[in-house]
């Protein structure tokens, strides 16, 4: 039976190593390629991302973009769960409708937002038909910030509530139906029963679609690459631009690093603020 | 020859011990039931004997065999488990070929087999479905047929019926009687149901708290418990305990009085609710709190110099809440209990 | 009809609508880039547009199909998403298996090392996979690309495959044992067939996560571009036209392989969040 002692280990051994390799050591290099400059360590390279003119923009745009898009597909996905929940004809297609966008990517998603936001894209000609414009108008430029933001917003929540809906949706299948008709029977009504109820019990779901989501966001780029190029600067655009344009690992190794703090950051805030004690689950 | 012989088998989890230095000895063919509350170290004991635990210290032989450091395949042995664990995936025909194909025995002998064992358990009619399609009940006769197809030297059931209603544990507790008498094979029945045991078994080991607590015919095990625990755990109602003060070698209560033999002052009488005779007067006084028509007997629960006692009547006795009644408990059959250590006086325990 | 009849119909009527309406909302953009992927040059410069399929035909898409480097970089893209499932699955199952049926010293840790990878955005860690992929041969490789999509891939597969077997009752496995099964036996003729629907699931999800990803993919490549990594290096100097052709044909394979997993989506993501 010694035997089975060491099973695990041998188990778990192959994706140890890999994830050391292709995880733990890159983070390192990461972290390493961030503070050195020409084999010196130095600030070089914060100074460098510091003094570009981007850089400001870049951080107040991807927090503007997770500020905006988190709490809507939150509130979306949570909307979209609840009617799922009351569904019973076609609650399979309708699901699968909704979950569509689930295997889209961020560069797709953009493309997709193009077609319809482009100066002679369908938003313009239903607008037009509509005899609110009379000609293309160009939304995505960067002379017109709000609407290109708008777009941006758009082609977000298009395309990731739905992994935030799958996420609650499985949640909400853990939840016993009993304590809901419990409340219902000591007199709680529907909007009663989803906060009292309903919302705390599903908030260890919430928590983890938060952390995901919101990890995921700060990463945006392709979405808005897309729409607009480098128009509206973001974080992990201006990482792939000094790797790829200006060829300077060391400042796009520091927009990583920048990047990892504020996701690892914002998970332990998510952490700390929705914790739920163990003796609180059902 | 698959008698098994558990010796000085010790289990220990971190600093708790599930079975402390237990031996046992299960003769071939006899079906020994394993009976006591849940947590008391039956299922693990069990599961030691299949290999699929492993003991701290002791042995185990199956047969005259050390199998203590084999893996259960080698063990010569089959188990019914408690959730069936019918495989989902195969057909119950599969199911219960699984042990003979593994043996690597010709087509047609499993096919000699299954139909054995199927025809044993009244399962025929299914062989060709898949198991999500049966019952509990049909469930758990795939699962025993599985076992018995394989003709196991030793058979080991970890409360086998404890998932069925209750109907269904009747008529399936009788079926497996019938059948495992007929196959003589030796079989060791875990269940914390002491009506399955007695009903079942050849002998009954009590456990508590990861020792025996006495080992014997159930019938014996029912009218001379040799502990405390023991006479409480088995027989329902259970047994009645009442503490006695004792002077000069007479125990004394109300107008009862008896001989003992103890140096203490105290005793515990340990009574049976049927062994208790009303009468018109003398004896125990009794004051009735609840009265329960069983349909065979009245179940009276009341008080005795205030301690808890229950006691059988005739169903047609004219009795309510509030009564005072005297009891005469026949002589012979209490069982007296020293206080201290909750042990039977006067016997081996 | 009493009042309540008609305000019960009427919170129907308005449901249904919400329902129609969030189905749209996914739809229609679909819809639409899939008319720019079919209208060619003609129907991306048309002014205004036609909302409806009459200027669509297959000459765009296979125009697109025949431009030097797409289908290549198609060809590509599946290569890497089929070596990442692959990868993922052998890697992760196994730790999965791990998890879910052994308590060992330092389980905890590798679950923490597993967890942790979702707090970071792990594409960017491709950065530094440069220097080291340049020097081992692995730059500019499927290979390569997929040793990262791996890495994106390995937790969740590990975490799924874990609930996976957790869901697999014990007992079945021992009363393989105790039917004759060595461990391995057992494992196989017992727990796989059972966990294998599952675990072609998040193989599936692994192809559909390497497919999509997009920074990894175009910084360890130069001439060997997955489709997603092509069409964003070559997205500034192409036609509108070709970019939503591009686009379409990124979504399709996705929405398949969604279709086809999704009965498993739920229960996997379920259990993969405790």
Sequence with gaps: MTNNRLLPYLLIAPATVFLVLLFVVPLVQTIALAFMDNGVASLTNFRKMAGDLNFGLSIGNTFLLVLAVIPLQICMALVMAMMIQKMDKGRDLVLWIWIIPLGISDLAAGLVWLAILQDRGYVNTVLNMLGLVDGPVNWLSYEAPVSLFVGVVLAEVWRATAIVLVILVAGLQLIPKEYGEAAEIFGAGPWTRFRKITLPLLKPSIQSALILRTVLAFEVFAVVYALSGRNFPVLVGEAYAWQHVNQNNGVAAVYAILVMAISLAATVIYIRALRTPPEMQP | MSGIRIDAIEKRFG?????????????????????????????????????????????????????????????????????????????????????????????????????????????????????????????????????????????????????????????????????????????????????????????????????????????????????????????????????????????????????????????????????????????????????????????????????????????????APGDRLNLEPSPGRIVWIDPANGKAIGQAA | ??????????????????????????????????????????????????????????????????????????????????????????????AGYALARYRFAGQDAFRMLVVLTRAFPLAILALPLTVTFIRTGLYDTPLGVALVHTALALPFTALVSSSLFMGIPRELEEAAWIFGCTGLQAFRKIVLPLALPGLAAAAIFSFVISWNEVFAASVLTVRNRTLTAYLLTVLAESPLHFRFAGGFLLILPSVIFIFAVRKYLFAMWGIANR
């Design chain 2, 15 to 319: 600093a708790a011990r599930a079975l402390e230095q237990l031996t046992l000895d299960v003769e071939d063919g006899e079906f020994l039931a394993l009976l006591g509350p849940s947590g008391c170290g039956k299922t693990t004991l069990l599961r030691i004997i299949a290999g699929l635990e492993t003991q701290t210290s002791g042995r185990i032989f199956i047969g005259g065999r050390d199998v203590s450091a084999l893996p259960p395949r080698e063990r010569g042995l089959a188990m019914v488990f408690q959730n069936y664990a019918v495989f989902p995936h195969m057909t119950v025909y599969e199911n219960v070929a699984f042990g003979l194909r593994m043996k690597g025995a010709t087509a047609a002998e499993v096919n000699k087999q299954v139909e054995r064992a199927a025809g044993l358990l009244h399962i025929e009619p299914y062989l060709e479905r898949y198991p999500a399609k049966l019952s509990g009940g049909q469930r758990q006769r795939v699962a025993v047929a599985r076992a018995l197809a394989v003709q196991p030297a030793v058979l080991l059931m970890d409360e086998p019926l404890s998932n069925l209603d209750a109907l269904l544990r009747l008529e399936m507790r009788s079926e497996l009687k019938s059948v495992l008498n007929s196959s003589g094979t030796t079989t060791v029945y875990v269940t914390h149901d002491q009506t399955e045991a007695m009903g079942l078994a050849d002998r009954i080991a009590v456990m508590h708290q990861g020792v025996i607590e006495q080992i014997d015919r159930p019938q014996a095990l029912y009218e001379r418990p040799a502990t405390r625990f023991v006479g409480g755990f088995v027989g329902s109602p259970p047994m009645n305990f009442i503490d006695m003060p004792v002077k000069a070698g007479l125990a004394r209560l109300g107008d009862f009085t008896n001989p003992v033999s103890t140096g203490r002052d105290t005793i515990t009488a340990g009574i049976r609710a049927e062994d208790i005779a009303v009468v018109e007067r003398g004896g125990l006084p009794f004051d009735v709190m609840v009265c329960e028509p069983l349909g065979a007997t009245l179940l009276l629960t009341g008080r005795v110099a205030g301690q808890l006692a229950r006691v059988a009547v005739r169903p047609d006795a004219v009795v």
């Design chain 3, 1 to 94: 009809m009493s009042e309540a009849t008609v305000s019960i119909r009427l919170r129907r009527v308005m449901f249904w609508s919400g329902v129609a309406m969030l189905c749209a909302w996914v739809l229609v953009p679909i819809y639409l880039i899939a008319l720019g992927a079919f209208g060619g040059r003609a129907g991306v410069f048309r002014w205004p547009k036609n909302l409806l399929p009459w200027d669509s035909g297959l000459a765009a898409m296979q125009a697109f199909l025949a431009v030097e480097g797409v289908w290549t970089a198609a060809v590509n893209g599946a290569l890497v998403a089929c070596l990442t499932m692959l990868f993922s699955l052998l890697l992760g199952a196994p």
